[in-house]
């Protein structure tokens, strides 16, 4: 069975490129490498287009099973056939700065000691037990656009897990005592010195990407459940 190199986690900036077809189906495809994120991580699929031979077939999906990645389509490709893939780009740019804000976000919620951190998604991020009040947030509402302004570099390097330090994150904590041991090495991402977690998704490669926040509201919950919500600038 042929693995799919995922090119999305070297250059998250990559929106064509060529591969060949190493096993298909009833509408799909596993290509030898890929530009297409597949779900996962709280990160949705990407979507775009596969040309082969003249025609012009829709990815609707990507899922990542094992080692390789299907490409859910709206037709048929035979395997060995060369293709040309596309990345719908408005669409992953989106997510891409929602999710990075979401770790900027939760880095500097760490920062102001906002407590573990047990839930998010690309709108909000819950606490508890949680101390959080409206000055904190406004303290992270005006970082975080400073941050912006700043345009700190966002990287990302691999560690092991003993060196692993992922601060108050439970969601993290967990879903580290769970993997296999077997995986000893971790992607992490870097925001600046703002924020650091370990995540194969994909990232803006700075924070001005990520533009500033519209809004950021807080709502306190039964047993010290602190519910943050956020929305970016440009982002429906
Ligand atoms: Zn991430």
Request: glycine share 8%.
């Amino acid at each position: 069975m042929s693995d799919s190199v995922p090119l999305y986690l070297d250059d998250s900036y990559l929106r064509d490129f060529d591969a060949a077809v190493v096993r298909s189906g009833p509408r799909f495809v596993v290509l030898d490498a890929t530009a297409f994120y597949p779900e996962g991580g709280g990160q949705p699929s990407d979507a775009g287009t596969l040309e082969a031979g003249g025609r012009t077939l829709k990815v609707l999906k990507a899922v990542k099973r094992g080692p390789q990645i299907f490409h859910y389509l709206d037709g048929d490709i035979t395997e060995g056939t060369r293709v040309h893939g596309s990345v719908d780009w408005g669409r992953r740019l989106t997510y891409m700065r929602l999710h990075s804000a979401e770790h900027l976000l939760t880095g500097l919620f760490e920062a102001e000691g906002g407590g573990p951190k047990v839930f998010s998604s690309f709108s909000q991020l819950d606490f508890q037990p949680s101390s959080i009040d409206e000055a904190a947030l406004k303290r992270v509402h005006d970082r975080f656009d400073s941050i912006v302004e700043e345009d700190a570099p966002v990287t990302i390097y691999y560690t092991s897990r003993e060196e692993l330090d992922i601060g108050d994150d439970a969601r993290k904590r967990s879903f580290l005592e769970k993997m296999p041991p077997r995986v000893q090495q971790l992607r992490m991402v870097r925001i600046g010195g703002y924020a650091l977690t370990f995540c194969v998704g994909t990232h803006v490669r700075s924070t001005a990407e990520i533009g500033r926040l519209r809004s950021l509201r807080l709502e306190a919950k039964k047993k010290q459940r602190m519910i943050v919500y956020f929305e970016l600038d440009n982002v429906k």
